[in-house]
């Protein structure tokens, strides 16, 4: 059986320094904002050459606290893209601002810009909704079109986020993803490429006078004092223990991120004319968080699956549906076609990718998908 992530084979490879690293937490019992939280801070900063990082609960609460930070709310709009996870669309409801959902490219599943700059422009012309910001996510590992994302946010006055949940550690251009939008929003999700035991995220920004704010916010919204309340704020505080954990892993991330990308090569020469594998977004290295192949349709879809799994092979689909045409969010949409989107998740699947894949293991995936 071929696992579809395994982070049993990655605690192994670790143990010896992820056992120091907890056993220090638990000795010295600050279990909230402790020592290793402003480490993992300074060492995620450090990698994407970020000025600062600041560490909080989820990726989602990474979303939120940028968005907060801004002042988004009521009246404003909020462009995503439509294929993606739900938790990107349901930041600016929760913020009582509106998501306004984007097609994306048919080729490497990043939000086009050209569809952003529509999207943009019918939004100004309709004048009920105020465009405030933009979220564009590095999906699946591979970076999004930052240059051309920025130069729309700066040119329509777009506070613009990375939402690089499943892509830390991918590169464009040369850069490592972290310092391409005015902040940057990663997930420690355990399956994300740096995943941790738990839930777990940080905010990376160049700006002091933005993380100072994501400090406060994440603790209640306080000042110079824990109780001194600035601001209305949340909870959204890293655990130290889930710190511990990631300085343990970023001691493999590298190796890691190379292992994904000779798995990633290997599927390529073994699965080409059987299926269409990933394009690559040009000039960037992937985190390869998912590996996502096109069908021809849902049916072949369906029938691959089936085949894949007699031969104890898993797989996923990611996404099934656009989240325009999620229950939760169809009030929000303004009925604005997304024929990409909407293709994409009725074709789309994910094979097994993960550093502890062997050669033998990417032979039976392959195998199985050829029949």
Request: proline share 5%.
């Amino acid at each position: 059986m071929v696992a579809f992530l395994d982070l049993r084979a990655q605690q192994r490879r670790i143990a010896t320094d992820l056992r120091r690293r907890l056993d220090a937490v638990l000795e010295h019992c600050q279990f909230v904002l402790g020592p290793e939280v402003a480490e993992l801070e300074a060492a995620l900063a450090g990698f994407c050459g970020a000025a600062h990082c600041v560490a909080v609960s989820s990726g989602t609460d990474a979303l939120q606290i940028a968005l907060m930070a801004e002042g988004v709310g009521r009246g404003d709009a909020v462009f995503l893209p439509a294929f993606t996870y739900t938790a990107t669309a349901e930041v600016p409801l929760l913020l009582g601002a509106v998501p306004v959902f984007v097609d994306v490219d048919a080729r490497t599943f990043q939000i086009s810009p050209d569809a952003l700059a529509a999207r943009i422009a019918a939004v100004r012309a309709a004048g009920r909704l105020r465009p405030r910001a933009l979220i564009g996510v590095d999906l699946f590992g591979q970076p999004a079109d930052w240059p051309a994302l920025s130069a729309i946010a700066a040119r329509e006055g777009l506070f613009a986020l990375d939402d690089c949940a499943q892509s830390f550690g991918a590169s464009l251009h040369g850069a490592r993803l972290g310092r391409a939008a005015d902040a940057t929003a990663i997930s420690f999700f355990p399956s994300k490429p740096l995943g941790g035991y738990g839930d777990g995220g940080a905010l990376l920004t160049d700006s002091g006078d933005r993380a100072a704010l994501y400090r406060s916010l994440r603790s209640h919204g306080e000042g110079t004092t824990r109780y001194e309340v600035l601001r209305t704020g949340i909870n959204g505080r890293l655990d130290t223990l889930q710190a511990a954990v990631l300085l343990s892993k970023l001691t493999v991330f590298e190796d890691e991120l190379a292992a994904r990308a000779r798995i990633a090569a290997a599927y390529d020469a073994a699965l080409a004319g059987a299926v269409t594998v990933p394009a690559r977004v040009p000039d960037s290295v992937s985190a390869w968080a998912i590996y996502a192949v096109l069908l021809a349709d849902a049916a072949a879809r369906t029938a691959l699956q089936e085949r894949l799994r007699a031969a104890g092979v898993p797989s996923a689909i990611y996404y099934p549906r656009p989240l325009h045409h999620q229950p939760a969010y169809r009030d929000a949409h303004d009925g604005t076609a997304l024929p990409v989107a909407e293709d994409l998740a009725g074709r789309i699947l994910a094979l097994p990718i993960h550093p502890d894949l062997t050669e033998a293991d990417v032979a039976a995936v392959a195998a199985a998908v050829r029949g």
